[in-house]
């Protein structure tokens, strides 16, 4: 090879790489655009929608109110012995807390009779949890329900 054809072959790599380096250059500017743009998007939903309970994310606790706890006849001859507590929202007056006397009576409601199988599984304790505490929010219409909490669970 010649040293004009060596010269003409570097000067043609040299003008070549700024031409790839800047194209590569460019690629990771608009994949790391697009990453946080989609990370955006992501982020923005989440805290606009809400929580599966039907309270909103950005609910705050209020206060807690404790249930006493109570015995209830489960079918089969068994005995559920449950302890609760109610976290209302900060909705709720935290001078003068709602009475937990109607929740009291909705446990017993909800329990009483039922088969004690289902509920000594997690999946049976979990679906009891979320319709006990749909049945609970609904005598507490003014002060908003953020969780009901089971602070004792025993199955004789």
């Not at 031409?19 to 955006?40: D, P, Q």
């Not at 089969?76 to 012995?81: D, E, I, K, V």
């Not at 997690?122 to 909490?149: F, H, M, N, R, S």
Request: net charge positive; proline share 9%.
């Amino acid at each position: 090879m010649s040293p004009a054809a060596a010269t003409a072959t570097t000067e043609a790599a040299q003008t070549a790489k700024p031409k790839k380096g800047k194209k590569r250059k460019i690629l990771i500017i608009l994949l790391a655009v697009a990453v946080l743009a989609g990370g955006y998007v992501v982020m923005g939903k989440k805290s606009h929608h809400p929580a599966k309970t039907g309270a909103a994310v950005q609910e705050k606790p209020g206060p807690l109110v404790a249930v006493d706890a109570v015995t209830v006849n489960l079918a089969g001859g068994h005995y559920l012995r449950i302890g609760l507590a109610l976290q209302f929202t900060t909705k709720t007056s935290k001078t003068q807390p709602p009475d937990p006397a109607p929740a009291t009576d909705v446990v017993i409601q909800y329990f009483t009779g039922k088969d004690p199988g289902p509920l000594q599984t997690p999946a049976g304790l979990k679906q009891a949890k979320e319709e006990l505490t749909k049945a609970i929010a609904q005598v507490y219409p003014k002060d908003p329900i953020l969780e009901v909490l089971f602070t004792s669970f025993v199955i004789q």
